[in-house]
């Protein structure tokens, strides 16, 4: 399975998103590779990270949010599940765990209800090793200033707006990873 082959299905390789897109997707691979490499002991499927770190944010252009030339009907909190849903019926079920799991570091049914955020009550936490790697290597990118790695405290610090459970797991996971 080409990742490039169900990006461009549904992005137009011209385009501004699909740049955003793809640079921001390739950024997070990279580093979600790296990790998986100098951590061998964590026995983490280098060919689904591949895979899964390019498709993880392909939900984005069903969302409104035009910083990101994405001018979809959806809020952007929503891109992990439409993401999940579309990897679905592209008969990737593994592949769509992580979309819908690397949010933050992860949504609980409480927050999703609490917030009325707009996706089916459900805890969408990573679990297996790969679906924390990438949801970890994620939160040093963003899709506005595609080339600057953060440091591990500017991505702490933007995970503070989710509450400190974010910031808990995002600790245990760099304590993994970092």
Known sequence: ????????????????????????????????????????????DRNFIAEAGMLHDIGIFMCNAPGIKCYGTHEYIEHGYLGAELLRREG???????????????????????????????????????????????????????????TVEQARNSLKKFGAETVTRFNEMHRLFG
């Open 1 to 44: 399975m080409n990742p490039l082959d169900i990006m461009q299905k549904y992005y137009d390789p011209n385009s501004e998103s699909y740049h955003i897109l793809f640079t921001h997707s390739r950024l997070v691979t990279q580093k979600a590779l790296h990790i998986a490499e100098a951590h061998p002991d964590l026995m983490a």
């Open 92 to 150: 990737l079920p593994k592949h769509a765990r992580v979309a819908e799991r690397h949010t933050g570091t992860g949504i609980s049914k409480q927050q999703i209800e609490q917030n009325r955020i707009p996706i089916p009550p459900a805890d969408y936490f990573p679990e297996s090793i790969e679906e924390k790697i990438i949801c970890y290597a994620d939160k040093f990118f963003s899709k506005t200033r595609l080339t600057e790695e953060k």
